[in-house]
């Protein structure tokens, strides 16, 4: 990114502050709070898919109204997309009760056996 996309990017202009010396990292890059179409076109996404997503628990910091736009905290939504995703991806390997599905124990069971059939062998 050149110097004058870094200088015309609002994200980035917001999250500047005027100190003068060194800052923590926390005071450079401050949470974002940003709207719909800039995290919609941050993430990619459409903006009715964004703003379908409060609804199944995407944080934001200002739901829209008549006259009142949405506001998201970018970091905090990218980290539940995180969770969304690791959710899911365990999900297809657990049970409702959390544990280990009968047919992952059965191929984890035949992988084991296979490696010692292997080892036998050998």
């Known amino acids: 990114m050149s110097k004058v996309q870094r200088e015309r990017d609002p994200l980035l202009n917001s999250s500047r502050k005027s100190s003068g010396g060194s800052a923590p990292s926390s ?5 974002r709070h940003v709207s719909l179409s ?4 941050l993430l990619g996404r459409d903006r009715n898919t964004i703003a379908r997503w409060p609804d199944k628990g995407c944080p934001f910091i200002q739901r829209a109204d008549s ?5 998201f905290d970018a970091a905090a939504v990218v980290k539940w997309l995180e ?9 297809k390997y657990e ?3 959390g544990n280990a599905t009968d047919a992952d124990g059965k191929r984890r069971k035949a992988v084991a056996a ?7 062998f050998r």
Request: charged letters at 25%.
């Open 27 to 31: 005071e450079i890059m401050p949470d």
């Open 38 to 41: 800039q995290l919609s076109t």
């Open 67 to 71: 006259n009142i736009p949405w506001i």
């Open 83 to 91: 969770d969304q995703a690791t959710d899911k991806a365990l999900a």
């Open 95 to 97: 049970s409702a009760e």
């Open 114 to 120: 296979g490696i010692r059939k292997e080892m036998s």
